[in-house]
Structure formats: C-alpha cells, structure tokens
C-alpha cells in the first residue's frame, strides 16, 4: 500500500519496431537454444547460463524486461534464490517470472515465492509455450496499468475512483464487520505549502499516507488520496480516533510538532446499505463542524448532522419550485446617515428571504451556503436583482425620488462573463440610473480570484455602478486592500462590529479604519448595529452610515415604504 | 552425417523433436550433436563411479532435461532411469547403468560418422 510508483515503473510500450525482452536464465545450451527458437520471432530473448549473467543482465536492464524463464538447476545458484532475491527488490519484483521445472515439489514453493507460471520440461509444443509466455506477459502488463492508475503517485494509496471500488468489495467479503468511513483533512495546507514549500508539503502529505496504512493497514483497512490534502480511509471499526489522529499528527509533524493541524470526521458503522460515498459525505460533513477549532479536532457524524443533512437536500431540490412560485421574498433593510442629529435614509440593502409554505421563514444563513456550493446561488441572485430593480423602480415612480439600494454579487457571478452585460440590461429594462442599484461584493472574493475581480469591478465602476466592499473585517482584510482596491463604499462585517464591541478594548482598532476610510475618502457603513452606545461610538468616530436592527429589521416591501415615507426629505407620494 | 533419418532409426521422436525445434531441422540437428558431445557423460560416469549420488542426480537430472527436449527417446529412457535411482539415493550399482547410458550414447554418436 505504501509503494510509492514512479513513471518508470510502468513498462514502456515497445513501439512497431521493438520486440518486448524475456530473460532466459537456463544453464543447459540445448534448452536453451529451444527456447530461444519458440519465442524469437515475437520477443528479442536474452538467454543467459547461469545466476550470475542473470543478475548482471537484470540490473542493467530491469527497466525493459517483460518476463523471465527461469531454469531451478543453475551452476552457481538455486532459481529459488534469483526468484526471492527478484521478488524482494521493488525495482524487479513487478518481473513476471515463469519457471522452467518439471519437479511439482518445487512448484508450490516457487508460487509462493512468486512464480506465476511453470512451463515443464520436456517443453509442450512451441503453440503451447508461446500462449503462455504472450499471456503471462499480457496480464503483467494490465496488472501494471492498474497499478498505475489506481494509486496516488505521490503517496501510494489509492486513487479515488479505485478507492470506493475496493471499499464496496471490502463490504462484500466482511459483512459482518463495523466498518467507518472516515476523513481527514490538513487545516490550511495551502498555507503550508506557500509558507514552507511544495518538496516540504509533500513529505507531510507523504508521511500522513505511511501512518494512516501502519495504523489500519494491518487490520484490513484502506486508504485513498481524495484530494491535495484530503484523505479518505475505510477499516473496520477503531476504539479511540483521537488516539489514531495524535498518531497521524505526530508522523505527519516530524520534527515540527504543531505545526500541522489535522480535523477528522468520522461516519461510524453506517448502514451497509447506506451507498459508499454518502458514507464519506458524511464523514466530511463531520470533519468540517471542527474546522476552525484548534482543540476539538475530531467529530462524529451523528444525528444532528444527518437532520441538517436531509433539510439541506430538501431545500435544494425545492429551489426551482420556490424560484417558481415566488416564495423568495426581498426584504430591505435600511441604512441611514448618522451625521445629522436627525439621522437620514440614504439607501437600502436588499436581502433575501424564504417564505416556505411548509418550514415557514427560513433564514438566508441557512440557505445561502448552500446555493452557493452547487451555483444555484447565480439564479437567486439574478431574481433578488430582477425584484430589487422592480421596487426601485415602482418607489421612484411613487415617490419621486430615489433610494439607492445595494444588493449582493456573489463571487460566482463575478467570475461570469457576461455579468456587465446582465447588470447593464437589468437597469435600462427598469428605467432606473447605474448610481441607483449598489453591487455588494465579499471581501473575501478581492484576496481570492483579485486579478479577474479587480478586472470585473473596474469594469462595473467605469459602467457607472457604486461598488460596496462587503463584509470587510471578517477575512484576511489589510488595510492596504482598502487604498489599492477599486471601491466606492466600504462595509464593516457585522461580526467585527459586535467583537469590538464585546471586547471593548478594541475599539482602536475600529477607530484607525475609520480614519484610514476618511482619509482615503471612502465611505464607510456599519453593519450590525443594535445599541445605541454602538451608535454613538461609531458616531464619535466619524463613521458616516450605519445598518441595523438599532434602527430597523430588513423589512418587507410594504415596510420599508414606511420608512421613505418618515425619513425622506423629499419623500412625499407623488399624486 | 547425422540426420533425421538415422536418428528416427535410432528410435527417437523425431517429430515432436523438431517442432520443439518449431520445425528447424538445421537446429535440431544441431542441438542433437551437440547434445552428445556434452562432457557431462563422462562427470556422470565418475560420480557413479565414486557413488556421489547427490552429484549424480544432478548430472543426470540435467541430461534428462536435454534428451527429452530433444525427444532422443532410448538415451532419455536410460537417464531417467538413473535420475530417479539418484533420487531415491537407491542402494545400487551404478557404473554399469551408467556406462549403458554411455553406450546409448556411442551410438548416437556414431550415427554422426
């Protein structure tokens, strides 16, 4: 299992011209030359007399030999010896080896050594020799593609696909067997490899794959490669996980303990019937629920998970229908200028929510993480667009005046070709102004595809659109990103807003972005404002906007009206 | 000259011989002379002389191997014989068996004159 295969390994197809190679090591001239006379017109045969030439010519050749006929009775040495001495060495243990005897004594002795064939003496017809040598040869060679393909080059475990087959056959053989399906996966192994190197991530990858075969291999267990870091393993059932993980971890680290992190998921004794990879699904599920959790490191599937799991797969296959019947709803939260005394609606963000028929109000941070795992997030998000644009539209005609709303571009949009175009056909189909339709773009999308979404947000910028930096403060902001990024508005996350808050000493922190976001002159809004202190504070800081349930919930359509209604200067329903 | 005839004559298979030899007759010929010049006649001889039977076994085991590839019928006969006396470490006296395989052999030899 932990044979690491190199590309040399898989014999060379011999081309038009050239014949694959038999080795015959046969100390008698006369049979000898019979050999050589069957197989000739087919192989190119180097016959050699006794163990030594046979050693010589192996080990300047090992790489090119197809097969080898190998006499027992040798001058020097016993074939049983050149076959355990061939066997045991990984450069020519893949040889084919046919052995010429006609003592059935022997025979056993050589299967289990490693034969794989005999071919008796007096020799059977040329026909007969000929078969078995093109079919030895044969077999070698699909047994060598096999291996090829089947296994991880770097760490010799399986590969994914040969990995599930020969889990479903470990199920057929041992029924019986409590068998878990486990994953393990290395936390921020990207980061490993661009802080300590490729050569040095892959010996980590290395070492996990030898201590996950000397923990389970014994007991049956396999092992696959799902991915750069990912690793799949199923064995039957293990007593204590974190035990087997702080072995892992421990291989894995070498000399440099604590440096890798390890999150192990574990679907333990599932149905059988339960299909293979739903088992791993599971597993990974589990793995995931510890991925930020620096003590907690290993978590079991259990019910909880398989609830949520079930709910997420009824949304998801209830997404076209709720798309369909409009039970999507755009709500709008306001956002007001807290610089007067009397703080201003100056805009909106429109936010999404689902008004199921059966499960009621579900909320957007139960459904949106999954829309954006499988795409269905572009379809949301180009209906939430198409009903903000409405509305926009509808409150301009009704109150004459206009109320900038923002609304979320996911990350998957901005990697959509035709997304200017969309956005651009989107405004003149509602009669609406570019300035009018705010585009909230995540933080995290600038650190994670910057040179293409750069590329797109210039383009929506020169179009005339007003951009939002999303959610900034929740990743790996840098206030250098606020000077170098195209932006018009920056938006605090709302889980730093409140962190701050909690931790009172903070509020430093918050302090220099702000003036850093003056001083560039970028806007800034505050999400997630629920006190008034909070208010205050941001106030006295000179932060110019701020959202949240201080001020308002996202409110229905009809709602937020009210609100154009009582705050806007300017907002008096037309006649 | 040896040929096929003659050795037919001596009573070895001749056709299964040389398809062995894919149907060669230079190279079966060949081998067969070469066969019966083989010194290895005479080392049998000494190690039944000397009554070495692991040697012998050996030697004969060897001969049997080459005269039944090529199928030379009376000579193989004899030498498995002895093989199997070698074998069995069989208390016997084996110079006479031995010089008959020898003389076995004589006679192929002068099938070559």
Request: aromatic residues 8%; proline residues 4%.
């Amino acid at each position: 299992m932990t044979a690491e295969i190199r590309n040399s390994e898989l014999p060379s197809e011999p081309g038009a011209d050239r014949k694959r190679k038999i080795l015959i090591v046969e100390d008698e001239f006369v049979n000898r030359e019979i050999l050589s006379a069957m197989l000739a017109s087919e192989y190119e045969v180097i016959p050699v007399g006794s163990g030594a030439d046979a050693e010589e010519a192996l080990r300047r050749q090992f790489g090119e030999i197809s097969l080898v006929l190998l006499d027992l009775n040798l001058p020097d040495r016993h074939g049983l010896d050149i076959l355990r001495e061939l066997k045991d060495d990984p450069r020519t243990s893949k040889i084919p080896v046919i052995v010429l005897t006609s003592d059935k004594e022997a025979e056993v002795e050589c299967l289990n050594v490693g034969a794989i064939d005999f071919i008796p003496k007096p020799y059977p017809i040329p026909k007969v020799v000929q078969a078995r040598v093109r079919r030895t040869i044969e077999l070698s060679e699909d047994r060598d593609l096999i291996r090829y393909t089947e296994r991880d080059h770097l760490t010799g475990l399986y590969t994914r696909e040969y990995f599930y087959r020969y889990a479903a056959q470990y199920d057929v053989y041992n029924r019986d067997v409590q068998t878990d399906a486990l994953v393990l996966d290395v936390n921020h192994f990207q980061m490993i490899n661009e802080r300590f190197g490729k050569q040095y991530a892959d010996g980590v990858l290395v070492r996990i794959a030898r201590a996950i075969v000397s923990a389970v291999g014994a007991s049956g267990g396999i092992a696959c490669r799902r991915s750069a870091d990912m690793f799949l393993v199923y064995c039957p059932h293990l007593l204590d996980y974190q035990a087997f993980l702080d072995g892992i971890v421990t291989a894995a680290c070498g000399e440099d303990k604590g440096r890798i992190r390890i999150r192990l998921g574990v679907c333990a004794g599932a149905d059988k019937s339960v299909e293979m990879q739903t088992r791993f699904d599971r597993a990974k599920i589990a793995a995931d629920t510890v991925r930020g959790s620096f003590t907690d490191c290993v978590a079991f599937y259990d019910n909880a998970m398989h609830e949520k799991e079930i709910y997420a797969e009824r949304l998801l296959d209830e997404f076209q229908a709720a798309i369909d019947g409009k039970q999507f709803s755009v709500y709008f939260q306001p956002k007001f200028d807290v610089r007067p005394e009397k703080p201003i609606l100056s805009g909106a963000e429109a936010l999404v929510r689902w008004i199921h028929p059966e499960l009621g109000v579900i909320s957007p941070g139960v459904f949106i993480p999954l829309f954006e795992n499988n795409g269905l997030i572009r379809m949301l998000d180009h209906y939430v667009w198409q009903e903000t644009v409405e509305r926009i539209g509808e409150w301009k005609r009704k109150f004459g005046c206009t109320v900038p709303v923002s609304v979320n571009v996911s990350r998957v949009d901005m990697l959509d070709p035709d997304l200017v175009e969309t956005l651009v056909d989107l405004i003149r189909g509602g009669g609406l102004e570019f300035s009018d339709l705010h585009l909230e773009i995540t933080e995290t999308a600038y650190t994670e595809d910057a040179r293409q979404i750069i590329s797109t947000v210039n383009r929506l910028r020169e179009t005339g659109f007003v951009i939002e930096m999303d959610d900034f403060g929740s990743g790996y902001s840098s206030l250098n990103m606020i000077a170098t990024l195209p932006i018009d508005v920056l938006k605090l996350d709302m889980a730093f807003i409140r962190n701050v808050f909690r931790e009172n000493g903070n509020l430093r922190m918050l302090k220099v972005i702000v003036e850093i976001a003056e001083t560039l002159s970028v806007p800034m809004i505050a999400e997630g404002v629920e006190k008034e202190e909070q208010l205050n504070a941001l106030r006295e800081m000179g932060c110019a906007m701020v959202q949240g349930y201080y001020f308002s919930p996202p409110l229905p359509p009809g709602e937020f009206e009210k609100h154009i209604r009582e705050w806007l200067p300017q907002g008096r329903e037309k006649e | 000259m040896l040929t096929v005839e003659k050795l037919r004559a001596f009573g070895a298979n001749v056709e299964e011989g040389l398809q062995r030899c894919v149907g060669n007759e230079t190279l079966y010929l060949a081998l067969v002379k070469k066969a019966i010049r083989d010194p290895a006649y005479d080392q049998l001889r000494e190690a039944a002389e000397k009554k070495d039977l692991d040697r012998g076994f050996e030697i004969a085991h060897a001969l049997k191997g080459v005269t039944a590839n090529l199928s030379l019928t009376p000579l193989c006969d004899l030498i498995s014989g002895i093989t199997e006396l070698f074998r069995h470490k069989t208390d016997a006296d084996y110079v006479p068996i031995a010089a008959a395989i020898i003389a076995k052999r004589d006679e192929l030899t002068a099938l070559d004159n």
